[in-house]
DNA sequence: CGCGATTAGTTGTTGCTACAACCTAGCTCG
DNA sequence: CGAGCTAGGTTGTAGCAACAACTAATCGCG
């Protein structure tokens, strides 16, 4: 447990901070550009439209998206206002809200899937052998267990993209 | 190349993901609570602190943070107004602008280093085995060699965080 | 059954980032 | 040698995220 990280350490380190910067920034900039969402805005759409009757409680779909409730409640907002979701009170806690997928936000998915899914293929699982994907795998999940040590999320990293 | 993803790679990419989400706010989250600062701001402290007298060009110091000028520009104007470097025009070339790292500057990154790198340590090096760093290393380069091709920005590669 | 604590969600504000417009200094080539 | 082009930066604006404050519904327990 030294305080510094050694050669191979900051090797490692280094590369995976400029991923950090990067990848995100190409993931967003390709919808941007192709579908007029933000990555985040994809992916709360993406859960959506496989849940059963593309329907969720806010609250899990905030899980599902590794976001906090207050951000997800603007991102809805936006996305309503769009028409792409509409949200409405939840019969059985009326507390809760439930954010429905509309039909056009639905096609919104269809339309813009094959794009992302290519972006994430050029720019990470064709760099990577059948082994590396494998080795990036246990890597990540390492990671998450730290990062998010109760598994909150666990739900998550059963689903698809 | 099809257009899906397989069990595998889905596996290894929606962990990854769920990483590029969280990672960079553990690590935002640590640095503004311990020193005002977010992971950019440090990272552009650090790197001036290695630089020969602490000094960089503006697009030298964007390179090895892998900014745009524009987004370095604000960042470096606000770290100016907290004193913690200071900006003076290039004797050499007068379109470019010199920053140097102040004395405050130099101890803020002298206070706040061990900090940052125990959280690294915790979320990612010290879940990892040695093979895995060292898989890490080759696996986060691949995936660099796509977002950033002709490796511009390569100097940072080569240096600690 | 009623009062406090918890759960669910919204909204307002502030700060950072992306994008585009702009400016000045140096370079290049007829 | 000067007109246009490129390089190096700055600034303004708009949009998204974090944080904190707030409301409303439900649970839990004496």
């Known amino acids: 447990m030294d305080t510094w990280l050694d050669e191979k350490q900051k090797a490692a380190w280094v ?21 007029q969402l933000t990555h985040f805005d994809y992916f709360v759409l993406a859960m959506l439209s496989e849940a059963p009757n ?9 899980e599902l998206t590794t976001a906090t409730l207050a951000r997800l409640s603007h991102v809805v907002q936006r996305l309503e206002t769009r028409g792409l979701l509409e949200r409405f009170p939840c019969p059985e806690d009326k507390r809760a809200t439930n954010a429905r997928l509309t039909g ?6 269809a339309e813009s899937a094959p794009g992302h899914v290519a972006t994430v293929r050029e720019n990470v699982i064709d760099a990577l ?24 999320r666990a739900a998550i990293y059963e689903r698809y993209d």
Do not use: C, F
């Open 15 to 35: 590369r995976l901070a400029a991923v950090l910067e990067l990848l995100p920034a190409a993931l967003d900039s390709q919808l941007r550009r192709d579908a």
């Open 54 to 62: 593309r329907t969720l409680r806010m609250t899990a779909l905030a």
């Open 104 to 109: 056009a936000g639905w096609q919104k998915v």
């Open 129 to 152: 052998s059948p082994e590396q994907v494998a080795q990036l795998t246990d890597i990540a999940d390492a990671i998450l267990h730290r990062l998010d040590p109760d598994r909150a």
